[in-house]
């Protein structure tokens, strides 16, 4: 039911209360039975050990341990525990994370007041909110937080803020008179108060509504419950590789087996070598060095004002085509700041944001000095004068560094923007006191739309200053400051004025009006419409919740990278608009729709239309989530922003949802993946840049592990092939494993991005790992270590008159060496000679450890006869290190070669 369209007679008669006495006792039991408590349902919770086990259902778990038993059956119980170690590991993150993923709803029921004062039996009560029921008539003033849905009967001069539900950054002045129109979304129901939101001025009483889940929130609570968050697209694409890679790797050991045993080689020799094979290539390390690379994307994020609460989450914002971002606090600052003035048809510039008090005021371009000016001096003390509000200095301390300053606001933030403008000016409310003494106050009425203090300054002269919307003011008016004296209010000079409004408001500029009277000596302090009459129109300060400074080049970033920034906001049409040419978000063409327009449109409608559209204006929380589901639907992924209750289910439902730090709701915050921790959007082009990393060095671990396995595969597949002897003992196979893809492809996850990773379009959500050619740099690369191992092989194996220890010692290192040089060709999508070598000194480092455990096993004489190695001369180091250097130097070189066409 609209409840905001009905009389007040038929609120009372439709809930079934009385507002003089509101509900028996006996009454409200009934309906507290048959409603049930004023409680969010929590929605039926999986049991904790359900949920850690299903982390072990993963294809790739499964197999890994299978690859457990068949390296304990072999004798590798290090590899048994190493792999059953990196399982447990994942299974615990996976169980914590989603954990810590389900307290939205917990943090959303806080939002719910805990007591509530109602009228029970012609008392008023204060009881826990959760026993308050639909009729109960309650009583709310400054300071309540809202407990239920309410339709407002009586109120004075009350304000409530509701930026947490609708994104409106200013407070809501409500009234109690019913409202005509058919639809209006939740920030245009003036006469109604909903759960979680906050009283910020006034009083006044109501009827309750709405309950629980019939509540605005509770709606927002269903839809936490019902949206189910989105695998990501790297879950996908290594749930694909892990089956591809498994089933191509049993395939090509099972053929090495079988072409081993048809060409006289024993069983129990081919079975360890082929068993062998087959654990080297399984991708047992590729979960552990995505847990890496991700761990170590997320404190490389920390340092850049981003926390990461669900691991992969930053790499899905790498491949992220849409930001959908909440305007209020995220792109804006939620600071309410004087950026216009006019006076006498003249206009400043007021430079300066938030709430420091520093900044110009220019005239055409040039600086100019307010107290040189009447009506500019009039214009901003008067404001100053006129307001309530307090900018008050904290000072915040920081070891070894200055003491910063930061400005606060306590107060209304419209009348926070006068004082600051004053500020700018060198007028404080301690000097301006010195001069003027407040002696009356006639308060904001919603009816007036104004509000005046009477002032008596040092000579004992009372003044009226008068604030408030410019066309009630100039209706007051009779005469006009212009250039330093006062002139009669002209029909050109109202024409002036309403241009001046109509200019500022074109530019979403609030807009406020100051006026004054000097008052007779023996005139009486009557009622405010006797007094506030025949004013002097000083002038307009026009203000704006102004963009963040850096916003505007991260969006143009974010456009470079390919990725379209959608401002989604509960603010109206025109400031969002507004905002978002100031900030480049709306392109010409661009369209801007609002909430009762979307409302109108069917889902598929909005599918069509979604991608032509750039702000969304005065939306619900349900729009937010139909905005991004059609994204989602035209294939986009989609990164949502946001700080309030109202972001939460859209937070959730994208495919990453990200939270701001300092002026996000708990539940959006636990809806969310990423926190940016100084609300800076700016922060969220560092969060793609380091995804995009992320999964290029996963790409790269892969790219070198696949080859590196390709590698040792083929040596053993051609030597069965060519009838010769088994080129690599089994526990040669097991140590190149163990050496090659642990430490060198830990480093590979901790390089750095390359310089273009920013200038390239977002990946296709339905590219494969292998895309981009990756499948032939695996393939010719395996391909061409495994034929330069088995050539170092069959000539030493020649040349020694079938020295079999020698020739597979000198194979092994030739493996080895072939995929400790491969690991630097792996560091870039080009080639070896595209990047510095010694960049990356993780990579350095492993490289250096590994060749030293590679040379362990053939120069220490108790390990020889464990690894079938012998020491090698120095002619045969030289084959190693030429045939090695092959597969990268040649290939490279050749790549090379055709990107230089």
Same mark, same amino acid.
């Given at each position: 039911? !609209? ?29 507290? #039975? ?55 590991? #994942? ?69 409530? *803020? ?132 991700? $761990? ?15 691991? %992969? ?12 971002? *909440? ?6 600052? #939620? @600071? ?21 008090? =520093? ?10 000095? %307010? ?23 904290? @000072? ?72 408030? $919307?410019?066309?009630?003011?100039? =209706? ?72 963040? %400074? ?20 509960? *603010? ?14 709306? %392109? !010409? ?12 449109? =069917? ?26 589901? $059609? ?15 109202? *972001? ?24 969310? =993946? ?18 995009? #990393?992320?999964?290029? !060095? ?137 990047? !510095? ?65």
């Amino acid at each position: 039911m !609209n409840w905001y369209r009905e009389q007040e007679e038929d609120v009372i008669s439709k809930t079934g209360s009385n507002v003089e006495v509101g509900i028996t006792t006996k009454e409200a039991k009934k309906r507290l #039975n048959q409603v049930g408590p004023n409680k969010l349902d929590e929605g039926k919770k999986t049991p904790a050990i359900l949920v850690f086990l299903a982390q072990f259902k993963d294809f790739m778990v499964l197999v890994l341990l299978a690859a457990t038993l068949i390296s304990g059956l072999i004798g590798e119980v290090i590899d048994a525990i190493t792999i059953m170690c990196i399982v447990l590991l #994942n299974g615990i993150l996976g169980y914590v994370q989603e954990r810590k993923a389900e307290k939205s709803l917990d943090a959303l029921k806080e939002l719910s007041a805990p007591q509530m004062t109602v009228k029970r039996d012609g008392e008023w009560v204060k009881i826990p909110s959760a026993e308050v029921v639909p009729g109960d008539v309650v009583r709310i003033e400054s300071g309540d937080r809202i407990g239920a849905d309410i339709r407002l009967l009586h109120t004075n001069e009350l304000r409530v *803020d509701e930026a947490s539900l609708t994104g409106e950054s200013v407070p809501v002045h409500k009234k109690s008179q019913s409202l005509s129109s058919e639809e209006l979304e939740i920030g245009d129901q003036e006469n109604m108060l909903f759960m979680g939101t906050m009283i910020t001025q006034g009083n006044g009483q109501g009827i309750v509504v709405g309950t629980g889940m019939k509540t605005e929130m509770g709606k927002i609570a269903h839809l936490l419950q019902t949206t189910e968050t989105l695998v990501t697209p790297l879950q996908l694409r290594l749930e694909q590789l892990g089956k591809m890679l498994i089933a191509v790797a049993l395939l090509l050991t099972a053929l090495v087996v079988v072409i081993g045993l048809l060409q006289g080689h024993e069983l129990n020799t081919m079975f360890l070598s082929g068993v062998s094979l087959a654990v080297a290539a399984i991708p047992e390390g590729l979960p552990a060095i995505v847990t890496v690379a991700l $761990a170590l994307g997320v404190q490389r994020m920390i340092k850049r004002k981003g926390i990461v609460r669900k691991l %992969p989450a930053v790499e899905t914002l790498g491949c992220a085509s849409v930001i959908c971002s *909440d305007k209020t606090g995220t792109l804006t600052q #939620n @600071k309410m700041t004087v950026t216009k003035l006019w006076s006498g048809g003249r206009y400043w510039d007021v430079t300066g944001t938030g709430y420091e008090p =520093s900044g110009e005021f220019l005239e055409n371009g040039k600086s100019v000095l %307010p107290e040189q000016n009447r009506e500019l001096a009039q214009l901003l003390s008067f404001g100053l004068l006129a307001s309530h509000a307090e900018i008050v200095e904290r @000072k915040e301390e920081k070891r070894f560094k200055k003491s910063q300053t930061d400005y606060v606001l306590d107060g209304d933030p419209t009348e926070g923007a006068l004082v600051v403008a004053a500020k700018k000016a060198g007028y404080s409310r301690e000097g301006l006191t010195k001069q003027y003494q407040v002696i009356h106050e006639f308060p904001f009425d919603s009816t007036r739309k104004m509000m005046s203090v009477i002032v008596r300054d040092r000579s004992g002269k009372r003044i009226l200053i008068t604030k408030g $919307a410019p066309d009630v003011i100039s =209706s007051r008016t009779s005469l006009i400051l212009k250039r330093d004296r006062s002139e009669r209010m002209s029909a050109k000079g109202k024409q002036e004025l309403e241009e001046a409004v109509a200019t500022m408001a074109g530019e979403a500029l609030r807009t406020i009006a100051i006026a004054f009277r000097v008052l007779d000596p023996h005139e009486m302090i009557q009622t405010a419409d006797q007094t506030e009459k025949e004013l002097t129109f000083i002038g307009i300060q026009a203000m704006i919740d102004p963009p963040r %400074p850096e916003v505007k080049d991260s969006i143009a970033e974010c456009r470079e990278a390919g990725i379209r920034t959608v401002m989604i906001t509960g *603010d109206h049409k025109i400031t969002a608009s507004a905002i978002a040419r100031q900030l480049n978000i709306l %392109p !010409n063409g661009g369209l801007v729709v609002d909430g009762q327009t979307l409302s109108k449109m =069917s889902d598929e409608e909005l599918v069509e239309q979604i991608d032509r559209i750039f702000v969304f204006a005065r939306v619900s929380p349900q729009h937010k989530l139909r905005i991004v589901q $059609a994204l989602q639907a035209n294939g986009h992924i989609v990164a949502m922003t946001g700080d309030g209750v109202n *972001d939460a289910p859209a937070i959730k439902a994208a495919n990453i949802g990200i939270a701001m730090g300092i002026t996000g709701t708990d539940v959006a915050k636990e809806a969310s =993946s990423l926190i940016l921790s100084d609300d800076n959007f700016a922060t969220i082009k560092e969060a793609i840049k380091e995804g995009r #990393n992320i999964y290029e !060095n996963i790409r790269k671990f892969i790219r070198y592990m696949m080859a590196s396995n390709v590698g040792e595969i083929l040596v053993m597949l051609f030597a069965m092939i060519l009838g010769l002897p088994l080129p690599l003992a089994a526990i040669q196979i097991l140590w190149v494993n163990l050496v090659t893809d642990g430490l060198p492809a830990m480093a590979l996850g901790m390089d750095q991005a390359e310089g273009d990773v920013m200038k390239r379009k977002p990946r296709s959500p339905n590219e494969g790992v292998f895309a981009r050619g990756l499948t032939w740099k695996i393939v010719s690369r395996g391909f061409m270590i495994g034929l330069v191992t088995l050539a170092a092989f069959w000539f030493v194996y020649q040349e020694h008159d079938a020295d079999l220890t020698r020739a597979q010692t000198v194979a092994f290192l030739t493996l080895v060496m072939a995929q400790l040089i491969h690991v630097f060709d792996c560091r870039s999508e080009y080639s070896v000679y595209h990047r !510095n070598p010694f960049e990356n000194k993780y990579l350095v480092v492993a490289v250096l450890i590994s060749t030293l455990l590679m040379l362990a096993v053939i120069y220490i004489p108790s390990l020889q006869p464990v690894f079938h190695t012998v020491p090698i001369s120095l002619r045969e180091w030289l084959l190693v290190l030429g045939l090695a250097a092959i597969p990268t130097v040649v290939l490279g070189g050749f790549q090379l070669m055709k990107r230089a066409k």
